[in-house]
């Protein structure tokens, strides 16, 4: 899975000149017993979503032709101008990786080095995802144990803070019951995010790493100054919930 993710680092940006050329990388690269399972699925879609920061093409060009020749023979002198062509990598997850299992994808991203920059990554990273699997990546992927918990608080920061037209917290009817208590208007973060015991839960247990305290303080500092409603009612339907768990045990 990592080799593939060099590989392609190596050959650079011409290997997505066009879907074909992109199709004829994957296959040459996995000639040699190589499996491009979920897991290699999911370090490829993290890796381009870093790309998608460097679309112009500065500072990737670098690539070494040889190489490039020795995997897509008679396109050694090609260099693509544009930098990487992420159109061209969506086209190939629809076309040829729509049947893989695409929740177990999204599991896979656990893993060391997996970290989310900023929202404009995250955006990349569900686009392709969304390419293949023709939905958004399941939230639960996001909020069950986690080995790499820095880069799990990584992408709750992302949702927390991108727009619905990116990625849409599901809620149930107590916790859309939530969401609708923020005032029209609330800026800065998605208050359906507030409202998800998911996010929630896995907040206070990452507020519990010395680490990452002061990450996860600054989310809910932000949610108290964007929708305090929706926090509010949420933190209380929490403690409930926790609070009755033994009455429901006895």
């Not at 080799?3 to 074909?20: H, Y």
């Not at 993290?46 to 998608?52: L, N, T, V, Y």
């Not at 893993?111 to 639960?140: C, E, M, N, S, W």
């Amino acid at each position: 899975s990592i080799g593939i993710a060099n590989l392609l680092q190596d050959v650079g940006p011409a290997c997505t000149r066009n879907a074909n050329i992109f199709r004829e990388t994957l296959a040459e690269i996995t000639s040699n017993n190589s499996i491009l399972n979920e897991a290699s699925i999911a370090r490829i879609l993290f890796f381009f979503s870093d790309k998608g920061r460097d679309s112009d093409g500065s500072a990737l060009m670098g690539v070494s032709s040889a190489l490039l020749g020795s995997l897509i023979p008679g396109r050694g002198n090609e260099v693509s101008a544009d930098g990487w062509n992420l159109n061209a990598v969506a086209e190939v997850l629809e076309q040829d990786y729509s049947l893989r299992d695409w929740n177990a994808v999204a599991t896979y991203w656990d893993f060391p080095g997996f970290l989310v920059k900023d929202t404009d990554q995250f955006r990349t990273l569900v686009d392709l995802y969304r390419a293949g699997a023709k939905r958004i990546p399941p939230l639960l992927a996001f909020t069950t144990q986690w080995r790499n918990t820095a880069g799990q608080l990584s992408v709750i920061e992302a949702i927390v803070a991108v727009s619905q037209s990116a990625y849409v917290c599901p809620l149930n009817e107590d916790e859309l019951a939530d969401a609708s208590t923020a005032a029209p208007g609330a800026t800065g973060v998605d208050p359906q995010s507030f409202a998800s015991m998911d996010i929630l839960q896995r907040l206070l247990f990452l507020s519990d790493l010395p680490a990452l305290y002061r990450r996860v303080r600054d989310i809910f500092v932000k949610g108290l100054l964007s929708c305090p409603e929706v926090l509010l009612c949420s933190l209380v339907r929490l403690q409930l919930l926790v609070a009755n768990k033994p009455a429901q045990i006895g």
